[in-house]
Structure formats: C-alpha cells, structure tokens
C-alpha cells in the first residue's frame, strides 16, 4: 500500500494562492490515478479534483474549476494542488488519495494521507 504525505498547507489572505504537495513512497507512483479531498468546519469529506496515471486527464469539483489545478510528477512521485483565488469557504484540511483509476468518491481509493490544513481569512 502507498504511503502519503501531503504538505504546503498555511493561512492565506482572501484571492491569495496556495501550491499544495503529496509525496508517495511504498509503492509504483504511475500506477495510481491521485486524487484531492478536503473537509472544512462541521462537513464530511468534499472532492476536490482527480488527475490518472500520466496526467493527460484531470477533473474538478464546481466550485474550483478555473481556480485549483491538480497536476503530477512521476519522477518524484508527487502530486500538487495549485490553488489560486482562494476563498474564505476553501477552508479545510486538504487529503491526497491514490486508487486504481480516477474518481470523486473518497472510499473509491485505496490509500490517504493525513492531511494538511488550509485556513483562508476573509
């Protein structure tokens, strides 16, 4: 099973930009499709965006398209999350998550990290 480990997370003024990291290791990084979740206050986990195996393809949630872009490096075995125009309502622990093929489900994958918090003041 593939570890991860998500960093980047801090507080940032409202419109201010963010570039979130995962680091995998335990496993063949280009063999899993990668995925972001975050909770905020009170919610359960929200997707977020998803990316396959050799970032041809991506995917976004709504309220992010046009703002957020998920993106991989195999090399390194990481994947990021590039946030920008953050909102007051971007507040949340963010997860990274690899599974077999990209998907918005959270129990769709296989493995998760333990998050990193993103707090945006307004």
């Known amino acids: 099973q593939v570890q991860l480990v998500e960093s980047g997370g801090r507080l940032v003024q409202a419109g201010g930009s963010l570039r979130l990291s995962c680091a995998a290791s335990g496993g063949i990084f280009s063999n899993y499709a990668m995925g972001w979740f975050r909770q905020g206050p009170g919610k359960e986990h929200e997707y977020v965006a998803s990316?396959?195996?050799?970032?041809?393809?991506?995917f976004y949630t709504d309220s992010v398209k046009g703002r957020f872009t998920i993106s991989r490096d195999n090399a390194k075995s990481t994947v990021y999350l590039q946030m920008n125009s953050l909102k007051p309502e971007d507040t949340a622990v963010y997860y990274c998550?690899?599974?077999?093929?990209?998907?918005?489900?959270?129990?769709?994958?296989?493995?998760w990290g333990q998050g990193t918090q993103v707090t945006v003041s307004s």
């Open positions: 990316i396959n195996w050799s970032g041809e393809n991506t």
């Open positions: 998550a690899a599974g077999r093929w990209v998907s918005g489900t959270w129990s769709e994958y296989e493995s």
